[in-house]
């Protein structure tokens, strides 16, 4: 495989429910990145790992936990949600220089009931 | 401060027609500008990238911009539109965090046919 790879694709939870979604990057990047995407919002930039190391955290709620165990896997950990918390949620990679691109996942359609 | 600011959230285009989707940004140190591309249910693409090598960029598809500095622009434009150029385009700027990447909110194309 090649690419940023999420996975599910689709997801529907309760708000009592904890589920994570899970990042795979195959290209050899040193960041990655989550970002949720609403609609009629710009797109929201909610955490970033640089060599497994967590260099950014959005103001994002506890409810959303990352976890970044190597360089090629990131997660985010979603529990007791809300129904505003359903968006498209983006993973991203780059190799992490303010020239490199983001080169982004499908995503994963959270529905939250 | 890193901004950028697309005008215009729709656009909507005959099929052959010139597409000219418009971006100006804000930045506090040389920028590096991109635009991505969204089609339904994917993440985002990247078209193409500025990174002070030239002004007028190609990218891919057949798109081009023009990187204006007197005018704070960059914006996106081809000349023949198709049918499957029909997405969502997004400019975005990097801050002066390799880690941030400031994006617009999107345009919307529409080519009619």
């Known amino acids: 495989e090649t690419g940023v790879t999420q996975t599910p694709r689709h997801l529907v939870m309760g708000m009592t429910n904890k589920k994570s979604l899970k990042c795979e990057q195959h290209?050899?990047?040193?960041?990655m990145y989550w970002y949720k995407q609403s609609a009629k919002k710009p797109l929201e930039l909610m955490f970033v790992?640089?060599?497994?190391?967590?260099?950014e955290n959005n103001s994002v709620p506890s409810r959303f936990s990352p976890e970044c165990p190597n360089s090629s896997h990131l997660f985010l950990h979603l529990h007791t949600l809300q129904p505003e918390d359903s968006a498209l949620y983006l993973c991203?990679?780059?190799?992490?220089?303010?020239?490199?691109?983001?080169?982004f996942g499908n995503g994963t359609r959270l529905t939250v009931t | 401060a890193q901004s950028v600011t697309q005008l215009g959230s729709h656009v909507s285009v005959s099929e052959g027609a010139l597409v000219l989707l418009r971006c100006n940004y804000s930045?506090?140190?040389?920028?590096?500008l991109f635009w991505y591309v969204q089609y339904p249910n994917q993440g985002l693409q990247l078209l193409l990238k500025y990174t002070s090598a030239a002004t007028l960029v190609k990218g891919i598809n057949g798109f081009e911009a023009e990187f204006k500095k007197s005018e704070t622009s960059f914006h996106l434009t081809k000349p023949s539109a198709h049918m499957r150029d029909a997405a969502e385009y997004f400019c975005?700027?990097?801050?002066?965090?390799?880690?941030?990447?400031?994006f617009g909110s999107g345009t919307k194309l529409n080519v009619k046919p």
């Open positions: 930045s506090s140190v040389p920028p590096y």
């Open positions: 790992y640089s060599l497994e190391e967590r260099v």
């Open positions: 991203a990679s780059s190799e992490g220089g303010r020239n490199s691109p983001l080169h």
């Open positions: 975005a700027v990097s801050g002066v965090n390799f880690n941030k990447f400031y």
């Open positions: 290209l050899g990047h040193n960041a």
